[in-house]
């Protein structure tokens, strides 16, 4: 054990993407939206020295109307993938 300053980390699993006209999210608070927001309003707060996030942090089998329409735009959405996210772009 050594002595000295602690390590502050801050955390955050399974992200949900919050919708762009601010409606309720589904699943509560997003961690990193919160962090953010935090941070924000008290400049001169610690900061975490680590940002480490958990599990999913984008659900591709669960996308926005806006990416549906963009993925539409882009291929069939009546064939597989359907409209998951099957790519980067």
Known sequence: VTEGPGVR???GSCRWAA?????Q???GPDALVTLAARLAADPAAERPDVL???GDQVYA???SEATR???AARR???EAP???VADFE
């Open 82 to 84: 359907g409209a998951e």
């Open 52 to 54: 480490l996030l958990l």
């Open 69 to 71: 329409q963009r993925l």
């Open 76 to 78: 069939d959405l009546r």
């Open 61 to 63: 089998d669960e996308t």
């Open 19 to 23: 919708s762009p006209g601010g409606g």
């Open 25 to 27: 999210d589904p699943v």
């Open 9 to 11: 980390i801050s955390f």
